[in-house]
């Protein structure tokens, strides 16, 4: 009863006309952020932080979320016009999306992707509001070391899966946790790593970290397309932007069983939109009677993935929120922006302050109406941006992450940071390192140590406290899964088709 | 190739590491393990990631033992550009204290649209002009945040 309050109360939050400003604010940057290669979410949260300092936490917050959902919306638009995905998880949507804009029904599949992800979105949000309570009650049993031991799950489970190879996640992992341990030591006041640098002393800022990877590394990337000629240029909108009946019959499957598989996904860390996305066009390909239509314009190849990928981010809220631990990149940015407004998530947060949770997340609703006003009728006005010369944007991303990130400290030294991490970034991309578990270690690093020492005072120095209960031995067991997971699955398939040829 | 530079990086980052740790002094008061424990486990972590890298190189070494070795870290044409951008950019950071935000940003911004948006230099110029003046104005008077003002007195 009382979490039912609560949950109305947070409506009456979310429709306060300053927060739906935020709302509607959050939503359009984020389908902007979508639309435009070069700068994603992660980055684009990151980079408003330094800016949003003063705001209210709800309202900021909120426009964070919006940002966040808002990208995947945007991020097809690029996907179905370029062939190239504005935002990585959009990745799929670029192949059918792409053949249908090929054949004059680029309308439909905007629209498609722009309905599935409304429907997709809400059963994300409905799946957030139902999953965030009990999640929350056993998560105030945890401990430091239930939640030292959650970390490593969500670690783990980032550097296996995310990238093709699982050594290199470790290795970025670890980076990620090194870089975390720069700065003043908290429990005993002692420096590591400053080489003898007095702003290093606060540590290694993520909002540069985060900055350099994702947007001065995409620059660069996007310099070096335009200048060996391989940047794609955008097709126009052809046909109605709307669906015929025969689209819409073959779409309302995939858009259902898309968002279930999405919001699933999500909630699990390390797998992600992307994943989700690659999961619901095999399901859909599958199950199709006209599998071979798949490749060259299956409107089904566009609405279940676009579908997965839009629940997923109110899947990847749940951790988030409930548990105070992310399971991927953008949400690992999300969580430094609530520390970074003095918020902790996590479950003590439902209860002292269920009012940014629950306005937070009920404007997620009313987010996801907005964006399918905004990407509907309104899509022409985004798919202008694509027409901007690259040549002028990508200098202009540069010139926003200088801005942000003077704005942090008014420091020269973030900006060498930014364009050091942009060029770790770049090489890191093109040898197959990833970077999303670099950056959620470096925002777990902290909590991650403190965690580990206050439980090894608490037992007196014995590492028993990690496997003394049933919560810490199952997430402990999961840990161990999926760092065994990539070695597994190859050697099953390899089993399958041996069982098939016999 | 880019594997096995990547697994001697590893190696070298280990033995830095492992160095910088033993660097910290630590006065170990109330506090069983002390500011050096949770960074030697990292060491150890890299040790891992390494020896996990070894395996992969070792994997993919008996798949492909015929074919030719494509997995090679080649300096082509298209890394001068990078270079020279990331040189273009290191130049704008270190002229942006002296010079200021607004004119460091200026030369910055019409150099690289210069280059990579060729011809349209009316389009160029006036976007980077009005970019910089408005984003200046907008950041420093009306959010109050401080961004160099340099050699322009306001």
Known sequence: METLTHILNGFAVSMQPINLWYTFLGVFMGTIIGVLPGIGPSAGIALLIPITYGMNPTSALIMMAGIYYGAKYGGSTTAILIRTPGEAASVMTSIDGYEMAKKGRAGAALAVSAIGSFIAGTIGVIGLTLFAIPLTSIALKFGPAEYFTLMLFAMTAVSTLTGKSPAKGVLATILGLMIATIGIDLQSGQARYTMGIPEFQDGVGFVVVVVGLFAMAEVLRGLEGIYSGTSAAAMKITGKLWLTREEWKRSIGPIWRGGVIGFVVGVLPGAGGTIASIMSYTTEKRISKHPEEFGHGAIEGVAGPEAANNSDTAGALVPLLTLGIPGGGATAVMLGAFIMYGVQPGPLLFQNNPQLVWGLINSMYIGNVMLLILNLPLIGLFVRLLYIPQGILYPLIVAISAIGAYAINGSVIDLWLILIFGIIGYVFDKVDIPVAPLVLSLVLGGIMEQSFRQAMTISGGDLKIFYGSAITVILLVMSLISVLLPFIIPKLRALGSKGDES | ?154
């Open chain 2, 1 to 154: 190739m880019t594997d096995r530079i990547i697994f001697v990086c590893t190696l070298l980052l280990a033995g830095v590491y492992f160095w910088a740790t033993a660097q910290i002094p630590s006065l170990e008061l109330g506090d069983p393990l002390g500011p050096k424990a949770f960074p030697r486990m990292l060491g150890v972590g890299l040790l891992i990631a390494a020896a996990m890298l070894l395996a992969e190189i070792l994997r993919a070494r008996k798949k492909a033992q015929s074919a030719s070795d494509s997995d090679t870290l080649r300096w082509e044409k298209q890394h001068w550009i990078v270079a020279a951008v990331a040189a273009w950019t290191a130049l704008y950071v270190a002229l942006f204290e002296p010079l200021g935000y607004m004119l460091a940003t200026l030369i910055f911004l019409l150099g690289l649209t210069g280059y990579f948006n060729r011809g349209r230099h009316l389009m160029n110029s006036l976007t980077c002009v009005l970019f910089v003046i408005i984003s200046y104005a907008s950041f420093t008077k009306i959010l109050g945040v401080n961004l160099a003002r340099g050699i322009i007195p306001f």
